[in-house]
Every structure is written in C-alpha cells, then in structure tokens.
T-cell receptor, first 112, second 114 residues
Framework: GNSVTQMEGPVTLSEEAFLTINCTYT??????LFWYVQYPGEGLQLLLK?????DKGSNKGFEATYRKETTSFHLEKGSVQVSDSAVYFC???????????FGGGTRVLVKP | DAMVIQNPRYQVTQFGKPVTLSCSQT?????MYWYQQKSSQAPKLLFH???????NEADTPDNFQSRRPNTSFCFLDIRSPGLGDAAMYLC?????????????FGPGTRLLVL
C-alpha cells in the first residue's frame, strides 16, 4: 500500500538557519505530493505541492522537488524565522480512494 | 473569502453522551472528508463523501457516523463518546476526485470527553 515516511522531530533551529525535512514515499504509479503545515491549535494549511516527477513546489520561501528516482519530496527553507515553528506533514494522494496518506509529522521549533 | 468552517472550535461532552460536530464550506466542492487527529499524530481519515456517496474507512469504528444533507454541510456524529475519542477533528474538502487536487482543511474542532 501507500506510505509516507518523514524524519522524526523535534527539529530545533536558530533563526536564519537552513531547514531540511526529509520525506520519502512508497506508492505505485504517479501520486501527487504535498507538504502541509499545522500551527499550534490550528488545522492544516497547504504549504506546497507537486503533481509530477521533477516538479518543484514553492511557497513562503519553502521548496520541495518531486524526485521519482529516489521517491523523495524533501522540504527545504534557506533561512527560517520564529514564525515557522509548527508541525510539518508530508503527504501523498492518489485518485483511488481520494485519500491523503500522511507521514507522521515533524515538529520544528525555531528559537530567536 | 471562500473557506471551510468548523463549529465549534472546542467541544466538551460527557462520556457516553452523543455529540455532533459541524463543517460547512463555501467552496462548492464535491468531496468532503472527516479526519481524526490525536495529539502528536498524523490525521487519520474516518470517511468521506463524494457528493452524496458515503465512503467509510475500513477501520472507522461504528460509533462514528456522518451526514451530508447538502453540498455545503457535513456533520460528524459520535454516538457514545469514549475517553479515547478525545481528539482534534478536521474537516476537509476537495473539488473532485483527482489526485492532483489540493484538499482544503478547516481549523478543526477539539473534542474533550469528560
């Protein structure tokens, strides 16, 4: 079946540091890949997505590239801010069942 | 702004007392989902509607039911809440059933069972 594995947190960084959160997936065919962010006490917000191999999703300084050869979709940001403190979820979606399959989430804490 | 709305944001109920959570959307999307998210875990899909067609996940307990009276509204009914049902409940929508489309989430309702 489909699955998503992402690095466990928490990840603690200083402001302006470089952030990478690894995400790998297992799926047949060509899923779409997503990163969602969840701020404390809130629902999930779409951060970025990519729908085919070699696509790069980007938003708010975050980027992730759909790598089919390594089945990965790692999230990166060059210079984090305190406001980036949140839980980040990698997810994949296939048409069958219309469901998102989530990774376990990675908590990121950015200190001033 | 078009959005997914969940009310209330916080709900307290008693053990065994039925409770209903509400979700509405102004996006006119065909698909609506209910997820359960326990502390420090990923959201877990309970069921979804494609228009009026109900799709239950195999491991969703019978204690959880849902209704979708029209395109805009979807309800989650917990018939006899147990302590283990305390969680954040997230509603989401999707325009259609294509995998490249984004799911839009509401802010969630946090359920506390006393």
């Amino acid at each position: 079946g489909n699955s998503v594995t992402q690095m466990e947190g928490p990840v603690t960084l200083s402001e302006e540091a470089f952030l990478t959160i690894n995400c790998t997936y297992t799926a047949t065919g060509y899923p779409s890949l997503f990163w969602y962010v969840q701020y404390p006490g809130e629902g999930l917000q779409l951060l970025l997505k990519a729908t085919k191999a070699d696509d790069k999703g980007s938003n708010k300084g975050f980027e992730a590239t759909y790598r089919k050869e390594t089945t990965s979709f790692h999230l990166e940001k060059g210079s984090v801010q305190v406001s980036d403190s949140a839980v980040y979820f990698c997810a994949l979606k296939k048409a069958a069942g219309n469901k998102l399959t989530f990774g376990g989430g990675t908590r990121v804490l950015v200190k001033p | 702004d078009a959005m997914v709305i969940q009310n209330p944001r916080y709900q307290v109920t008693q053990f065994g007392k039925p409770v209903t959570l509400s979700c509405s959307q102004t996006l006119n999307h065909n698909v609506m989902y209910w997820y359960q998210q326990k502390s420090s875990q990923a959201p877990k899909l309970l069921f979804h509607y494609y228009d009026k067609d109900f799709n239950n996940e195999a491991d969703t307990p019978d204690n959880f039911q849902s209704r979708r009276p029209n395109t805009s509204f979807c309800f989650l009914d917990i018939r006899s809440p147990g302590l283990g049902d305390a969680a954040m409940y997230l509603c989401a929508t999707n325009p259609r059933a294509q995998n490249q489309e984004t799911q839009y989430f509401g802010p969630g309702t946090r359920l506390l069972v006393l």
